[in-house]
Structure formats: C-alpha cells, structure tokens
C-alpha cells in the first residue's frame, strides 16, 4: 500500500551572517547549510495495517508523513502511495488519503464545524451518500453532537483534534497518516480515539501511518513500528520483540515509612534516592515487582510503590546504545 525506498529530504538552510547589511547580505550570499532530516529510509505498508512511527524529536517523522501527503518533495529516493507518487500526482492522493496533524488544524478557524465539513464535501466532491452515511455515524462515535454548530476556536483541543480526524475520513480514504493525534488529549478523550481509530481500521481496512510519543497509543492500536532516529531507520518490526529486546528495563518507586540508608539488592539497581523516596531498575526477565517489594519490604517498612513502564524515548535510547 505505501512503499518507501531509499527516501531522502534535505533542508537548504540559508547561512546567517551578522553586522552591517547582513540582512541584504544574507540574500545575496548564496551559502546554504545542509540539513538532512530524512536519511535513505526504506520501508513498506501493508494494506488494513496500523502501524506506529516512532523516534525523537527531531527524528524526521513529520518530514516523511509530509512526503507521503504530497506537502513535500523528496530530494531523492522514491515514495508510492497506493501505486501514486504523492508529489507529483497531489490530485489523486489527496482522494485517496486522509491526513491529521494533532499540532495544527486543518479545518477554518471561524467557521462553525459543520459548515467545514460541507465546505469539505464540495472540495473533495464528496458522493451525498458516502458524506451523510459517514457524518451520521462520526458525530457519536466521536462525542461531536455538542461542537457540531461551533467554530473550531470555541473549541477544547480534543474536541479540535476530534474534529480534525472525522473530517480527514469523510471521503472514505483508503490511507490515514496521524502525526501526534492525541497530543495534549485527556485519557478519556485518547480512549474514544484509540476505539474509533481501531473500529474504522477493521470495518473499512483503512491503513494507518501514526506518529505518537506516547506509548499507550502505540500499545493500543498497533502490532508493528518502524523507529527512526536522525532521519535513519533504526527498527522495524513487531512491537513485542521491540520491547521484549529493548524496553527490559522497568523501574520501582519505593516510598518507605521513614528515611532509609542506601542499600544493595539482588537483580536490581538503586537509581535515585530522594527524602523517603528511592528508584530501582530491573531487568524483565532478571526481577519482578513484587518480587523486590517483598525482599524490601522484609527489611523496611514500605509507605507506598510505583512501577513505571518504559517509555518509547526509553526505547529509543536502548535501540540506539543497542547498535
Ligand atoms: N522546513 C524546514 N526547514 C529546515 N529544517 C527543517 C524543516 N522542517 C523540518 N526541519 C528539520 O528536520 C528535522 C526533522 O524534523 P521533523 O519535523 O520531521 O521531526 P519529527 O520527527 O517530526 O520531530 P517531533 O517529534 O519533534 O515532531 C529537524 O531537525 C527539523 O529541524
Ligand atoms: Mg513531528
């Protein structure tokens, strides 16, 4: 379905000079720093898959995404969506693709939603059918019933985002990118996300390219991820074996009743220590919570506990130091 082979974008940035005229200067200078943000990736997307995109900031996840879309032209390297080059043929894609970025409406800022949404329906030439069928079903689905008739500057950033992904599937595409669709979302708002995401991906095999920092979206929706650290693809494979190989180290937060010494344990490090407070690391396959809580707890007596899960910038640091 999409097909990515040896991609690379670089960036021409203009190089800055200060003092006199350096604004004219600067015009006429002509020097350029390079800045590759996309590095001979190469991967492929299967049709009805969800799959995570993953890397730090900076990595050049928005730069692929925007590749895909047709936003952008690649410096060298090829990209099909679906048999269709985006950026040369931007008029077939945009009809077959759905695109969402969580960091930036897509939809007029002063127009009450609905009159988008129709406004939408003309652009994309939308059949009656398909646009009523879609939009009776979308509203609930996604708890919209109450903003329909608001502009989206009335709007709280989920209802916005919410928004944003009913329209970018109003036109039945065969692809959606998400790029940080549940950024600044309240858990219950990321629930309704994650459900309706799922339900459209099983009921009309829409494809999913999504790009998250959290964890939990990537755990809930897909089986497969593709990393990618400084514009070069670093992992792509199953999530389980990611983690299983990369995200082993778990961390235990013990509070304890009164101030305690520091101390050695079995099969697990003392990271921090702080007031009544200390933090261990373990290996998955070496400890288990409850395992340390209870040789601990033996020794001292224990207030309360926290076990806190990698994160996929912990991932990302382990598959880096990895290679
Ligand atoms: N228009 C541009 N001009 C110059 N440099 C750019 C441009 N867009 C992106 N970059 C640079 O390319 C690199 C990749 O940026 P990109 O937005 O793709 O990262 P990202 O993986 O989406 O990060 P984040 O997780 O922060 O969204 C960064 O170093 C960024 O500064
Ligand atoms: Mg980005």
Not at 9 to 27: C, D, H, T
Not at 222 to 233: A, E
Not at 273 to 285: I, P
């Amino acid at each position: 379905m999409i097909e990515v082979s040896h991609l690379k974008k670089e960036f021409r940035i203009p190089v800055q000079k200060k003092g006199r005229f350096a604004a004219v200067r600067n015009l006429f200078s002509g020097e350029y720093t390079v800045k590759r943000a996309v590095d001979d990736i190469s991967f492929t997307v299967n049709k009805g898959e969800i799959v995570g995109f993953i890397g730090k900031n900076g990595a050049g996840k928005s730069t692929t995404i925007k590749m895909l879309s047709g936003i952008l032209k690649p410096t060298s390297g090829s990209v099909t969506v679906d048999g269709i080059r985006p950026f040369e043929q931007r008029m077939e894609n945009v009809g077959q693709i759905g695109v969402v970025f969580g960091q930036k409406t897509q939809l007029w800022w002063d127009v009450p939603l609905i009159e988008s949404y129709r406004l939408l329906r003309e652009i994309y030439k939308i059949d009656d059918t398909v646009y009523r069928e879609n939009l009776d079903r979308y509203i609930p689905m996604l708890g919209l019933e109450e903003v329909i008739h608001k502009p989206v500057r009335q709007m709280s950033l989920g209802q916005r985002v919410k928004s944003d992904i009913c329209a970018a599937l109003l036109h039945d595409p065969k692809i959606l990118f998400l790029d940080e669709p549940t950024i600044g979302v309240d858990v219950v708002s990321k629930k309704y996300l994650h459900d309706f995401i799922s339900e459209i991906n099983r009921e009309k095999g829409t494809t999913v390219l999504l790009t998250t920092h959290d964890m939990g979206d990537i755990e809930k929706l897909c089986s497969r991820v593709v990393v990618i650290d400084s514009g070069r693809l670093m992992y792509d494979g199953g999530l389980e074996s990611m983690v299983q190989k990369f995200g082993a180290v778990r961390s235990l937060m013990i509070e304890f009743e009164t101030p305690v010494e520091d101390f050695r344990i079995e099969d697990a490090e003392l990271v921090r220590s702080e007031g009544n407070r200390k933090w261990f690391s373990f290996h998955r396959d070496k400890a288990t919570p409850m395992g340390l809580i209870r040789s601990i707890g033996d020794r001292f007596p224990i207030h309360d506990i926290a076990i806190i899960e990698p994160d996929i910038e912990n991932i990302v640091r382990n598959l880096y130091e990895s290679r």
